[in-house]
């Protein structure tokens, strides 16, 4: 896997008329008669096309071996959640993080992205923050009389938006349309975001003073989530260790500068899946179809992480949970007797008949 490290937004770009064709920054036509984006920044992608198709053949297991032990100097003790960082990032998803603070979030953002040597840029989400500060704004300059857009934190590789819930439903929607179209519309005009596009969010549990709950549809964006969780005694020794005079951050080096098969029955257990949820008594909302298609994305990153060519049931139940579960909105019987989404998931994977074979 490889990143562009040229991928950070250099100046500004400045509106033009859009009837004119030979303008730099007008809007293409599509031949339907809709605008195509535009794009801000010097952005390549290696590995994939615009479609989502598999590149240059590229060891996808080495690799992401490399950039593993590298975050693990880092992060210590969370093998479990850097592996599903990691496949989120190659699934070109989002991963959303919750947990109490101080068990080490944002430095889980910030050392996946110095790994791969993208651009990040971090975003702390306040009650105060508005939606513009996020994706942008267009500027009146009276000397040349056009209106010139400035870009917002979000035109960057990785994106790390922390304690995301802090901040009010209108600031955590300007992300709806840079989750899942990959692009920003101000004033009608439409800019292309960085490709690879990860956005790392961070979150405290809804429990803690201060915090908004984020809507269905911004969860349902988000490919996984995980929890941090304290580390264990070993790791939290080490951690004194390394931090007591220096910040291991600082010293982080990148370490990156195939098609994939999917048998008809490992599709058809996904969508099994999906629909189970749907009809279960204990949830009031089941998995949407874009929860399907995230959880195979999900299935065959890991899948190639793990060095293979195919995706095997295994991997759809491995990465069922953190997929699914946040998604998932439990009845209030449900509530009551105390069933977190986790343990809905649980029975919907031990309901549906696995497929047999490749």
């Not at 099994?272 to 299935?299: K, T």
């Amino acid at each position: 896997m490889t990143v562009s490290p040229h991928c950070a937004h250099e100046g500004s770009r400045r509106r033009s008329d859009p009837a004119d064709p030979r303008s730099e920054g007008t809007a293409r036509r599509d031949g339907h008669d809709g605008l195509l984006p535009r794009t801000v920044g010097n952005v390549t992608e290696a590995t994939r096309t615009a479609d989502g198709a598999a590149g240059p053949s590229v060891d996808v297991a080495a690799v992401g071996a490399r950039i593993a032990a590298n975050i693990s100097r880092v992060v210590q003790g969370k093998d479990d959640v850097v592996r599903l960082a990691l496949v989120v990032l190659l699934a070109e998803g989002h991963l959303l993080i919750e947990d109490v603070p101080g068990v080490g979030k944002t430095t889980l953002a910030k050392a996946l992205a110095a790994s791969v040597d993208a651009s990040v840029r971090r975003i702390q989400f306040t009650p105060d923050l508005l939606p513009s500060d996020v994706t942008g704004v267009a500027i009146y300059d009276q000397e040349t009389r056009e209106f010139e857009f400035k870009p917002g934190a979000v035109f960057a590789n990785i994106v790390v938006a922390d304690e995301i819930n802090r901040a009010s439903p209108k600031t955590q929607s300007a992300l709806l349309e840079c989750m899942e179209e990959r692009q920003v519309t101000v004033d009608g005009v439409s800019y292309e975001l960085a490709r690879p596009f990860l956005v790392m969010a961070t979150q405290n549990p809804l429990e803690m003073e201060g915090t908004y709950p984020l809507p269905e549809a911004q969860r349902d964006r988000f490919t996984a989530r995980v929890s941090m969780g304290y580390p264990g005694r070993e790791a939290e020794l080490a951690m004194l260790d390394d931090r007591a005079t220096s910040d291991p951050l600082v010293g982080l080096a990148p370490v990156a500068d195939a098609a994939m098969f999917v048998s008809e029955a490992v599709r058809r257990y996904v969508v099994a899946l999906v629909e189970a949820s749907r009809r279960s008594p204990h949830l009031r909302l089941g998995a949407s179809p874009r929860a399907g298609l995230q959880l195979l994305r999900a299935a065959r990153a890991s899948a190639a992480l793990s060095g293979r060519d195919h995706v095997l049931p295994d991997d759809v139940q491995a990465l069922a949970a953190p997929v699914l579960s946040h998604r998932l909105l439990l009845t209030a019987d449900a509530t009551l007797g105390r069933r977190s989404a986790e343990q809905v998931v649980a029975e919907l994977l031990s309901g549906v008949p696995v497929p047999r074979g490749r």
